[in-house]
């Protein structure tokens, strides 16, 4: 995206919206939970029209998962466009770390209207995010059997347990939030944990050609 000041007005007013809506949803969730919450309730705290949500965020699901397409682009790039002489192991650390480090700093008021939250209280965004799983876990696996030459059940295989590290991590920061506890107090021990997985796991991905 270009920078703030090249962006037009009409551009601007609409990234602003936007967030607004955006921030309004995460507010309304984090008080009283996803399932009790409309769209248009959302739409009348963010001082838009109902259709204005629809505009920004197909469905109510999209008002969680809204950083859904950039997650997926995430996770092919630590496979795709990891760093010449890096292996796939000490790539998928550096970006696991990274993402650790930004729910650290994401944590505050509005933790509990997050993803990491909503999917560990509402059966239906649960759903929701488990298809999205599936659908990351089938890009991971593409990026595989392209960059390895390796067989689909091989790929897909090693694609889950790459994703699992992050659904991991998603669910143990959830679950802390919606029990009152800070994320930041699991944060640690979780980082030890998945790095004794990697490491577990770093035979098999760095075993791959390519």
Request: charged share 30%.
């Amino acid at each position: 995206m270009p920078p703030p000041e090249e962006l037009s007005l009409r551009s601007r007013k609409k990234i602003r919206t936007r967030a607004q809506i955006a921030d309004a949803a995460a507010e309304l969730f984090g008080a009283r939970g996803y399932d009790a919450v409309t769209v248009a309730d959302v739409a009348r705290l963010a001082e838009v029209s109902e259709q204005t949500v629809y505009n920004f965020f197909s469905s109510k699901e999209q008002l969680v998962l809204d950083e859904d397409a950039e997650f997926e682009a995430r996770l092919v790039g630590l496979v795709r466009e990891r760093a010449a002489g890096a292996s796939r192991t000490d790539a998928i650390r550096a970006g696991v770390h990274a993402f650790l480090d930004e729910l650290k700093r994401r944590e505050g008021p509005d933790s509990r209207g997050g993803l990491p939250c909503l999917i560990n209280s509402s059966p239906t965004l649960r759903r929701a995010w488990l298809e999205a799983v599936d659908r990351y876990a089938d890009s991971l696996a593409r990026v595989l059997l392209e960059d390895s030459g390796v067989s689909a059940a091989v790929a897909r295989v090693l694609a889950g347990a790459i994703l699992a590290v992050f659904v991991v991590i998603i669910d143990e920061v959830g679950r802390a939030t919606r029990t009152g506890v800070s994320p930041r107090s699991v944060i640690q021990p979780l980082r030890a944990q998945i790095d004794d997985a990697l490491d577990r796991l770093a035979p098999a991905l760095n075993s791959l050609p390519g």
